[in-house]
């Protein structure tokens, strides 16, 4: 416990909670939190699931089989993949629990597992550190487009993290890139756990695809959070090998007690949105809220002098600041705006920060002057 850092966003926090106590109007693009609200029917589903006393008592541990079902189904319609609902899908508190648990279920003390820098740090500490294994870094590079150099990683690793599309970097993988990551780990042995919150928040006409699109000895792991405005509800789901998901399972058998039946029976309404491939209109509606803000904070952004690029996945910006970002970050607070210091997601990510697009178009405007005064 004494190797680990505070978690990032718990630091932010509370220096957010410290400022807004002196006064100040904060506008915050730290945590990566949705601001639109869940989708009605979502909602309804849901209030309508919990006047039924049965969806009041213990659920199953590993999840409902409706939900399990809605998953399977949904990778059939969306990825043209297709998954036993009994063995290769487990409902989850939220995916960061399940990136979390894998570990635990298949990691010794001591053993390596690679996880990207910059990175979401459930990987290298909630999962690895935690087992008293070894987070094997490898860097993710702006001048790669933030997808590692595949060859080059050490075979001796017993687990593989990676999470496109990318937080911190809005990166997004190229289907070349996920076949070679996934032959990668069948010649080395190596458990691929894919990271995809983010599949559906994609722009530009990209369309991310499920890791097991290129084989299926992998592990993916997703979320209603992001997809359908959904953190504060904790549903998630990981789906693909069945041993893989079979440790899991057991692994949550010990721990928790599954994720409320009344939330868990409203994913085949929220999944059942998907009548194939397209995203449904009440995703849409928020990608392209996203989408605009994305526009105006990439554009003035720039006329403030960074080199930031256009993401096509997440809501994340992630820019180079040219300088100290834990500086940059404090004067940025002091003027009121909120943002990520990139050094919390690795020592790649030092001289960055990132901005998550939770913010309206006004306040994003806002934030923008704010720092031209600041920066000028
Ligand atoms: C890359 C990544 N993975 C996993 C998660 C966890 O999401 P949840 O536990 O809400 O499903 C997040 C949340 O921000 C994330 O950014």
């Known amino acids: 416990m004494k190797n680990i850092p505070p978690y990032i966003f718990a630091q932010i926090e509370e220096r957010v909670e410290r400022k807004k106590a002196e006064g100040v109007d904060v506008i915050d693009f730290g945590v990566g939190d949705p601001d639109l609200p869940t989708p009605k029917p979502i909602v309804d589903e849901i209030k309508k699931q919990l006047d039924d006393p049965d969806n009041h008592r213990y659920p ?39 990136l979390a648990n894998i570990a635990r279920a298949f990691i010794n003390p001591g053993d390596k597992v690679l996880c990207p820098d910059p990175a979401y740090p459930v990987y290298a500490q909630g999962a690895t550190m935690l087992c008293d294994a070894q987070p094997a870094k490898f860097p993710l590079y702006a001048g790669d487009d933030f997808l590692p150099d595949i060859d080059s990683l050490p075979q001796d690793a017993k687990m593989l993290y990676l999470n496109y599309p990318n937080n911190p970097t809005g990166a997004v993988a190229t289907p070349g890139f996920l076949k070679k990551a996934m032959k990668w780990c069948a010649d080395t042995k190596t458990i691929m756990c894919y ?71 409203a994913m085949p309404v929220a999944l059942g949105e998907y009548k194939g491939r397209k995203r449904p209109q009440m995703v849409q509606d928020c990608v392209d809220v996203y989408e605009a803000r ?80 600041v920066l000028v």
Do not use: H
């Open 60 to 98: 199953s541990s590993t999840g409902e089989r409706d939900a399990r079902v809605a998953v399977a189904e949904w990778y059939a319609r969306r990825f043209g993949v297709e998954l036993n609902p009994d063995r290769e899908v487990v409902i989850l508190l939220g995916s960061k629990e399940g």
């Open 195 to 265: 990271d995809a919150p983010y599949s559906e928040m994609t722009f530009d006409d990209y369309v991310a695809p499920s890791i097991l699109e290129f084989g299926r000895q992998a592990v993916e792991f997703g979320s209603l959070s992001k997809t359908f405005n959904m953190t504060g509800y904790r549903i998630g789901y990981a789906v693909g090998d069945a041993n893989l998901i079979t440790g899991l399972k057991k692994i949550k058998t010990q721990i928790d007690s599954g994720a409320p039946k009344f939330i868990q029976k």
């Open 294 to 373: 994305r526009n105006v904070m990439v554009k003035g952004l720039r006329k403030l002098g960074f080199d930031v690029k256009m993401p096509k996945g997440t809501f994340y910006l992630f820019f180079d600041v040219g300088g100290s970002e834990a500086e940059f970050s404090n004067k940025m607070l002091d003027a009121g705006v909120v943002v990520t210091p990139g050094g919390g997601y690795g020592k790649n990510g030092e001289g960055f920060v990132r901005m998550a697009l939770t913010q309206p178009k006004e306040r994003i405007e806002e934030a923008l002057e704010r720092m031209r005064k």
